[in-house]
């Protein structure tokens, strides 16, 4: 069987992050069901010109880097349909990331407020115990981020901060990325080749 992973798109910096992570999962095999918010949506427009609402994710990776084999397909969801399969934890899937995420949303997942469809499959992700990935992007943190944090991380989301590496010897942007995806692909149990594994 396929698998199934839930990215959601938020309004913080780091677009590429979310549609390098994508890429990597059609192109693995693995089917994404993707939720984007208002503001993810205006990230997306103003970092990579990439307008969902007349060019679909695969349109725009074809643009930009050519075509490429998918078998994983996409299915999208709107971030106010809160009768959407991905809201109830009777849906099966593998795990969800939330990529980039930004304060608004961490708050909300922090604090179990489920008032979109984001926060809500946040919430049947933790509470069915299936893997939460959380890349939140903001500088500086405030206690109150630093405190939602810890909230997700208690609850048990793993946190991968928005911080690549440099030892990997990046040559584009797209490698920066890539190093941020893999990381998260790792955590949910997805197999990839992004970046080589650090041999010391
Ligand atoms: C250009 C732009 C960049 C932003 N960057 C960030 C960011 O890096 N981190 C963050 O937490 N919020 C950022 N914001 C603010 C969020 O988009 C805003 O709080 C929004 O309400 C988030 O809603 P969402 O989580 O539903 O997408 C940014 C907003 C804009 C317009």
Redesign the pocket.
């Known amino acids: 069987m396929s698998r199934r992973i839930v990215a959601a798109v ?4 780091g677009a590429l992050y979310a549609v390098r992570f994508v890429k990597a999962c059609l192109e693995g095999g693995v089917d994404v069901d993707l939720v984007v ?4 949506n ?2 997306l427009i ?1 970092e990579l010109e990439l307008n969902l609402k007349t060019e679909s994710v695969e349109a725009w990776l074809d643009r930009t880097y050519g075509p490429s084999k998918r078998a994983g397909k996409i299915t999208r969801h709107s971030p106010n349909d809160l009768g959407s399969s991905i809201a109830s934890g009777s849906q099966r899937w593998d795990g969800m990331t939330v990529i980039p995420c ?4 961490l708050s909300g997942i922090a604090h179990g407020a489920s008032s979109n469809l984001i926060e809500r499959a946040a919430d049947v992700t933790l509470k069915e115990r299936r893997p939460l990935v959380l890349v939140p ?2 500088t500086p943190l405030n206690l109150v981020h630093i405190e939602n944090l810890r909230s997700a991380a208690l609850a048990g989301a793993a946190i991968v901060p928005a911080m690549p590496a440099f030892y990997q010897k990046p040559k584009s942007l797209e490698d920066l990325a890539d190093f941020v995806a893999g990381r998260v692909l790792s955590l949910l149990g997805v197999e990839h080749r992004l970046f080589a594994p650090w041999e010391g």
């Not at 938020?10 to 910096?13: H, I, Q, R, V």
């Not at 918010?37 to 993810?40: A, L, P």
């Open positions: 938020t309004g913080a910096s918010s208002e503001y993810g205006r990230l103003e930004s304060m608004k949303t992007r903001e």
